[in-house]
C-alpha cells in the first residue's frame, strides 16, 4: 500500500506522457496517425512494468526496492489499460467513420488489438482493495489474463509493423525475470541423495 500523496504524485507521473500525446493530438501540430505508436507503446511498457517486480522479486529477494515497485503494480497495470484506451480513442479520430471502423474488424492485426484490449480492461477493473478482498485467490487468477493481453499486444503491434526488434528490445527484460525466477526455482529444489533415488 502507498499514501495518498504518493500516489498522487505517481499518477501525476504517469500522465504526463498522456498529455505530451493529447496536446500533440488538439494541438494539429502531429497526425493522428503518428500517435498511435507512441500510445500504444506505453500501454505495453506498462504491463511489463507491472508483470516485471514479481518473478524479480523472486530472483533477488524481497528488499525495500521491489516492496516499493510491488505496491505501485496495480496502478501501473491501470496505467496500462488508460493507455490502450487512450491508444483507441486516437485510433477512432484517425479513422473517424465508425463504418471504416468496423470494416477493419476483420483483419488480424486489428481485432488482436481489441481482443487484448478486452482482456486488459478485467484485470484492470478489479484493480481495488475491495476487489481483492472479495475474490480472494480469484482475483490473482483473473489477473493472469493480462499475460495473455500483452502476448496479443505484441501479436497487434508486429501484424501493424513487421518490425520485430522495437518490440523484441521492450519484452526482453520480462523474458529474462521469467528465465532468472525459473532459474530461482531449480536452484532452491533440494537434491536427492543416491539412497533417495534409489528409494524412489
Given at each position: ?27 494539429g501540430r502531429v ?51 488508460a493507455y490502450a ?91 529474462a525475470a521469467w ?22
Amino acid at each position: 500500500m502507498i499514501g495518498r500523496r504518493k500516489r498522487l504524485i505517481l499518477w501525476i507521473a504517469l500522465a504526463i506522457p498522456a498529455a505530451a500525446i493529447l496536446y500533440d493530438l488538439y494541438s494539429g501540430r502531429v497526425l493522428a496517425m503518428d500517435l498511435l505508436h507512441p500510445s500504444g507503446e506505453m500501454a505495453v511498457r506498462l504491463m511489463i512494468l507491472a508483470m516485471l517486480p514479481g518473478p524479480l522479486s523472486a530472483f533477488f529477494g524481497l528488499n525495500y526496492f521491489f516492496r516499493a515497485w510491488l505496491a505501485i503494480r496495480r496502478n501501473l497495470g491501470v496505467a496500462a489499460f488508460a493507455y490502450a484506451m487512450l491508444h483507441l480513442a486516437i485510433y477512432c479520430a484517425d479513422m473517424r467513420i465508425l463504418s471504416a471502423i468496423l470494416g477493419e474488424f476483420i483483419l488480424p492485426s486489428i481485432w488482436t488489438g481489441w481482443l487484448a484490449l478486452g482482456l486488459l480492461a478485467i484485470p484492470a477493473a478489479i484493480s481495488f482493495d475491495r476487489a481483492v478482498r472479495l475474490l480472494r485467490r480469484r482475483w490473482k487468477q483473473i489477473q493472469t489474463l493480462v499475460y495473455a493481453a500483452l502476448g496479443l499486444s505484441l501479436i497487434h503491434w508486429l501484424l501493424l509493423d513487421w518490425s520485430m526488434g522495437p518490440a523484441f528490445v521492450h519484452v526482453a527484460p520480462l523474458v529474462a525475470a521469467w528465465l532468472l525466477r525459473g532459474l530461482s526455482r531449480f536452484r532452491s529444489r533440494p537434491l536427492e541423495t543416491p539412497k533417495e533415488r534409489t528409494l524412489s
